[in-house]
C-alpha cells in the first residue's frame, strides 16, 4: 500500500506545471539503554522513509503539498520484532499570492498509520490500532510567508480538527467526545495552529536539515495543547550513503500527559530527485 501512494502522489503532479522534490530511502541502528532499575537492553532499528514535496507557481497562486511518512521496526535479540514508527502525514496547502510576503493559505491536513497493531500479552489477541484508526483531519484557513529558500511557516486562527482514536491511545474522555464500538472515540476541536516545512541544504549539498512541525492550541490549559516536531539533519558520506540525527518531540494530552522524545542516529541508504516541468505556454 506504501509504495502503491507513494508513485500515485508522483504521477499526478507530474502532468503539469510544476516542481516535485522527493527523497527516500533505508536506513538501519543498534541501540543499547538502561534505566534507572539497571535493566539493559539492546536492539535493532530498521526503517524506511519518504519525503515528498510539490511545488506549482502561478502568477496570483502557489500550490504546495506535502508528504512526509515512515514505516519502522525494532528487532530485539530474543527474536521479537515490533513496530517503531508507522505513520502517514499529508498536508495539501492553495496560496493566494500578496505583495510576495504574506500568501493567503487555505490548508488540509491528514494523518493516518498503514499497519495493523494487535495487543500480544494476554492469550487471545485482539486489534488495538490499523488504517485511519487512528486518524487526524483538519481544516484550517490563514497565512503563510516563505523562509529560507524552500522553506515556510504558516499560522492560521481557523482551524478545524477532527480525530479518531483507538481505545489503546485515549487519555481524555469529556463531552466533547463521541464514542463508538470498542472504545473508539471522535473528537472535535476549533482553535489556532501553526506549522512550519524546512527542507534546506548547505555545504554543497552534503549537510541536509528538514523539520516538519507545528502547534495547536484551542485551549490556555495541557489539556488544549497539541506539540509535534520532527527535526532532521543529514550529513552524506558518499553518493547515496548518509549518517541521520532523527529527533522526535511530541505531546498530546489526548494519548498521554506526559512530553514524549525520541532520537536516533541512523545509517542508510537515500535516493533523491528534483524534477521541474516547464510551462509548455
Known sequence: MLNRFIVF???VPAISDAQLYYKGGISATYSMQKNW?????SFITLQTAWLVDYHK???ES???HHLNTEVSYVYYPDSIWKTNTDYLKLNLQWNKKKNNKWERNTALFFATRYLNKYNNNIPNNYWQEGFLNPM?????YGWRKRVFKKSSINISLSSLRLMVTPASRVNLKNEATVQF???TTITGQYGFQAQNFINETFCNERLLWINDSRVYINQLSEKGILFDAHNILAIKIY???EVRI???LQYDYLISSKLRFKQEALLGVYYSSSKKKANND
Open 9 to 11: 502522489f508522483l504521477l
Open 37 to 41: 532499575n539497571d535493566n539493559q537492553t
Open 57 to 59: 507557481e502561478k502568477d
Open 62 to 64: 502557489h500550490t504546495f
Open 136 to 140: 487526524e483531519l483538519s481544516f484550517s
Open 181 to 183: 464500538k470498542n472504545n
Open 239 to 241: 553518493k547515496f550513503l
Open 246 to 248: 532523527d529527533t522526535k
